[in-house]
């Protein structure tokens, strides 16, 4: 257990306060009971201040850019899952920019040296003070070491770990709440959704893991004459500073500048969508954050890929359904397509077999008598999100980021080439993939660890059920059941129990109120009748406003 100091608690305790001060302005107040911060709710400031924000998605994304860099990353994490979130606020969180002002230069040349122990004079030979870039955990200088190699400078922002560090804390905290307090919660893995957000932002800190990132990217694109991956400068890296090699180029959705330098922008696409696919289906270690800024396209067409500080795996059983879903879509086949779904969601309800079945062939039947290449993937891939929310299944982080990131591809090569077709290429990688799987080498591999799974089950389980009897004898086996609604209906009970017993007290104080001035009047009491009678109305109605508002606050949750 993690200990805290008096001054440590004391922040913490305020940085509630204040998370819970910038919901309520921005009329989110609803969520303080889902999240089990009632108490610290400022009373009134949900009606007088709302700000210019003109919908509920709006307010939540202001709200996030306030709370700072771990909720702007909480959002944009969010903004990638369109299994969990409706259109709108995908919409919305994605318009979160991770910027920030820029650290002085003189803070930013101390975290250098002090990293990499010497004075920054010796380390480069000129050092831009002005940013390139300036983001919420780190910004990025350009610098050219002494012998001209031109590099980009990552550093990381001063304190930024403690704050985050904090703030993750209190998220995990906020998420055990919301699991206990909201009903809807029983749909979402929250306390999971949260670790892995954690996992995640505490990685993109870590620039000696990103530099690892470009590295292993790097090695997998060694043979490849189309894309090009920064070399990283070991000697000038920590795990706060990465030094990489510059790469200079246009932005691959910059046409005007593509079309001047005359490149193809048809195969430019095709090389793209090609890494991506190699990415995935051969490689299954793949950049996370395939946006088009991220790509820069050099004089010669080549492609260059920058930031690595998010990243995602797929096992082999994930890229094996991932096959089966893009030939269930090619052959129509709407019973293994309902098995792929299954088995790609994760779901703590029932699902409802014949209504997905329903669903899925609704997706599918507008394609029936299209050419493969006249599907277009990204906008079946958005029905099928639909899809997903509404039989409330929860696919696992790297296949949202595969399906966004195919979703992505088709958009930026449709909108490089009218006649790309991102399908045409996902297909040979699928069949590959395919015939790779079933081939007899992998099926014998499958066989032979299940014949060594079936030995050792066979050799513990005698073991097993003779301890398992023995405990049964000696009736020190307990079972235990919990009923899932048990605890919160006890909660609401509690909750009606106070305000009953409140009512009680109120009304008890007014009658006997009443009783003391009708037949208890002591001499020199008409002097201080008034004083006695107002003090007295404004505490009943100071109890009754009290138990109006909880009842208030509960109805709208």
Known sequence: MKFLGQHQKKARLGRYYQIAEVLVRHGLGFMLSILGMDRMAPFGKELFNRGKATSRPEHIRLAFEELGPTFIKLGQLLSTRSDLLPPEYVEELAKLQDQAPPVPFKFIEKAIETELGRPLSEIFASFDATPLAAASIGQAHAAVLHDGTEVVVKVRRPGVVPRVSEDLEILQNLAVRAQHYWKQAENYDLVGLSQEFAQTIRAEMDYLREGKNAERLAKNFTDSESIRIPQVYWDYTTISVLTLERIRGVKINDIEAIDKAGINRHKLAVNATNAIMKMFYEDGFFHADLHPGNFFIQENGQIGLIDFGMVGTLDDRTRELMVQFVISIASHDIDRLVDVFISLGVTRSRVDRTMLRRDLDHLIAPYYNLALG????????????????????????????????????????????????????VMPYSKRLMVQQYSPNTWIKKYNRTVLDTAQLGAELPGQMRRILAELERGTIEFSVKHAELEKGLQRLERLTNRVVISIITAAFIIALAVLITVYRPQGLDQFAGIFIVGGFLFASAMGLYLAWTILRTNRS
């Open 374 to 425: 006249e599907i277009a993937l990204d906008l079946m891939l958005e029905e099928a999100l639909v899809i997903i929310r509404r039989h409330n299944l929860q696919l696992p982080s790297n296949l949202m980021l595969l399906f966004k990131t195919f979703m992505m591809a088709e958009g930026m090569g449709r909108t490089l080439s009218p006649n790309f077709h991102l399908i045409k290429i």
